[in-house]
């Protein structure tokens, strides 16, 4: 069983930058595959970022591509979300999650462990 645990989440005007951070414990960090996802409002729940292999490998949605970045330190069991020029369509509540390394073709793992979840709000 994995443990994960997201924070740096709050308040931020658009524009404005947060660094999202998820620590892992319980299970070898660095055999899964990692993500983190977001639901907005009356939304369903979104893949946002992931790194679904060793390779170095990374995926970003469109609506994120050039302003969040995804980095994760195996060293220190944590995973991380860089996101810049924030808009107000970014707000949401944001979970990391990790799953076994996804099929060849495919861009993010089905996770088996969520994070409690981590609520951004971007003002206008």
């Known amino acids: 069983e994995m443990r994960l645990v997201e924070s740096g989440g709050g308040l931020v005007q658009a524009g404005g930058s947060l660094r999202l951070s998820c620590t892992a414990s319980g299970e070898a960090f660095e055999d899964y595959a990692i993500g983190w996802f977001r639901q907005a409002p009356g939304k369903e729940r979104e893949g946002v970022s992931c790194?679904?292999?060793?390779?170095?490998?990374?995926y970003y949605a469109d609506s994120v591509k050039g302003r969040f970045t995804i980095s994760r330190d195996n060293g220190k069991n944590m995973m991380y979300l860089q996101m810049n020029s924030l808009k107000p369509e970014d707000t949401g509540v944001y979970y990391c999650?990790?799953?076994?390394?996804?099929?060849?073709?495919?861009?993010?793992?089905?996770?088996?462990?969520w994070g409690q979840g981590t609520r951004v709000t971007v003002s206008s």
């Open positions: 790194i679904p292999d060793g390779d170095g490998g990374t």
């Open positions: 999650a990790a799953g076994p390394l996804p099929p060849p073709g495919e861009s993010c793992p089905v996770p088996d462990f």
